[in-house]
T-cell receptor, first 116, second 110 residues
Framework: EAGVTQFPSHSVIEKGQTVTLRCDPI?????LYWYRRVMGKEIKFLLH????????ESGMPNNRFLAERTGGTYSTLKVQPAELEDSGVYFC??????????????FGQGTRLTVV | GQNIDQPTEMTATEGAIVQINCTYQ??????LFWYQQHAGEAPTFLSY????GLEEKGRFSSFLSRSKGYSYLLLKELQMKDSASYLC???????????FGAGTTVTVRA
């Protein structure tokens, strides 16, 4: 079974540019989560999809961030325009059930975003 | 809010035992997780505690005391491959969401 895959693994962009991160969850997992780790800080929740619907986007930093999951399969996270403080590692996770509590959540390797 | 504390770094010798402590203060509690993360790789699940006590899984054990807001991860018979970051995470009242500590970097030396 393929794991959660994220693309790209690294991205370096200039302040003001746009970047789109992609996450392919494990096949059959309806629940998809985005998390972010900025330098020296802990991993923080951004949002949660159930299929194509946003269940909780309380962790999204501001309206420069837009997440989509059209068709309920892969998801994209767009940052537009990017700012220096957006640099960090963006993780995606997926789970079959609507509960990450337990053993069901699987994480991707992350996308390291550097804004210069 | 969530407040999860764990040491930043620990160093131990191959074959030894290391205990990583984690204290938490969270709004709601639906279990405590430990994840292992090697540099550049995905966090991988190690253990889950929702009741007080010790859960043992091979060389790794995890303990929870809900009344004290305290957990530890015990790594026995350390191997070089155990050098990694260990993340303590709590499932809060919304049990689809994890709150993480900053992670403990464990370095195993020969």
């Amino acid at each position: 079974e393929a794991g959660v895959t994220q693309f790209p693994s690294h991205s370096v962009i200039e302040k003001g540019q746009t970047v789109t991160l992609r996450c392919d969850p494990i096949s059959g997992h309806d629940n998809l989560y985005w998390y972010r780790r900025v330098m020296g800080k802990e991993i923080k929740f951004l949002l949660h999809f159930v299929k194509e619907s946003k269940q909780d986007e309380s962790g999204m930093p501001n309206n420069r961030f837009l997440a989509e999951r059209t068709g309920g399969t892969y998801s994209t996270l767009k940052v537009q325009p990017a700012e220096l403080e957006d640099s960090g590692v963006y993780f995606c996770a997926s789970s079959r059930t609507n509960r990450v509590v337990g053993t069901e959540a699987f994480f991707g390797q992350g996308t390291r975003l550097t804004v210069v | 809010g969530q407040n999860i504390d764990q040491p930043t770094e620990m160093t131990a010798t191959e074959g030894a035992i290391v205990q990583i402590n984690c204290t938490y203060q969270t709004s709601g509690f639906n279990g405590l997780f430990w994840y292992q993360q090697h540099a550049g790789e995905a966090p991988t699940f190690l253990s889950y505690n929702v009741l007080d006590g010790l859960e043992e899984k091979g060389r790794f054990s995890s303990f929870l005391s809900r009344s004290k807001g305290y957990s530890y991860l015990l790594l026995k018979e350390l191997q070089m491959k155990d050098s990694a970051s260990y993340l303590c995470a709590v499932g809060g009242s919304n049990d689809y969401k994890l709150s993480f500590g900053a992670g403990t970097t464990v370095t195993v030396r020969a």
